[in-house]
Structures are given as C-alpha cells and as structure tokens.
C-alpha cells in the first residue's frame, strides 16, 4: 500500500500539472465566453443585486408556472455564484485542489491494486484506466448540454481536460507503482 501512496503523490502532482495547463494558462479562454469591461460590470452588478447568497441558481427555474413560461421562452441560465469573490490564483485553493487530486489518486491507485491480479499486465490496466476514466468525465460533463442544453463548446473542453488528467493519474501509478504488485499477485497464482 505504501507504493500505491507514494504513487498517488506522483499522479496527484502531474494532474496539478495538467490541471495548471487546462485551467490556468490562456488555453482555458477556449472553454468560456467573454464580454468587455461594461457589460461585466452591469451583469456582476445585476448579480449582487439579484441574488440572495453564494450558491447554483437555474434562472428564471421550473418552480412556478410564470418562471416555466419564461424558461420555455429564454433565455435560461445556469449561475454558479460567489458573492464573495476571490483571488483567481488562491494559494488556499491551490493547496485544496492538490489534496484534492490526491485523494481521487489514491482512490484510483486502490481500485489498480484490487484489479492488479487479475489483470497483470500494463497494457490491459492502460486500458481499464483509459476506459473508465474517459467514461467517467463523459458522464460528468457531456450531460450538462444534453439535459440542461448548456453550450457543448464548454463541456466538451471540460470532458477532454477532466480526462486527461484522470488518466494520467491512473496510468503514472500503473506504470511505475504496481509493478511490485503485479509480482506478487502472479506468484500467489502459481
């Protein structure tokens, strides 16, 4: 267990990595809209305004029959909302995030070790990693436009970052933390 641990740690900091290039250089202005300085300021302002606390708003919503007309009508809105605000590179998130990331790192690394041997070699854990993690991130993201009929531009960017970055977790603690588990397995086989 100690390897799939120290495993989780190298997956945990190449999904920082990857993380780092999908959301934090100009990469990620692909997955996002943008409106000029004016336009921010009246729809921030219309925010604090409008909304009571942080929190997911579907505006106008389906609660009554008024806001079901204007919502077959449009437009329609999903808010995430902070009415707070932060600091876009927040050290206490970035710290949070790595945990983060570690913590889905070893989650993976245990599902590798309970696979491990049955399915002993690398190639074939590739692909279980590969598959459920591209399955996985689809289920997360790629339902948002199809229920919610959200832009695909967004989510799709979403789906590919998510997924490459799960399936570097997995496969960097495949590759080069299991092989002693491997071994062992396919002893206790014979």
Known sequence: MGRVIIGAAAAAVAMF?????????????LSYGTVDN???AAVQQSLAQNLPRTGTYAVPGVDTAEKTVMYGQGPVATVHYNS????????????????????????????LVGIAGRVPDFASQARAIVISTVAASAFMHLSEPIFY??????????????????????LIIARWFLGGIRTEANRAQV
């Open 84 to 111: 707070r605000g932060f600091a876009p590179a927040d050290p206490a998130s970035l710290v949070g995030g790595l945990v983060f990331y570690f913590v889905i790192a070893l989650l993976l690394g245990v599902a």
């Open 38 to 40: 004016a336009q921010a």
């Open 17 to 29: 990595i990857l993380g780092f290039i999908f959301y934090a250089t100009p990469l990620a202005k």
């Open 149 to 170: 009929h959200h832009d695909w531009g967004h989510f799709i960017y979403l789906f590919i970052a998510d997924a490459i970055m799960l399936a570097a977790g997995g």
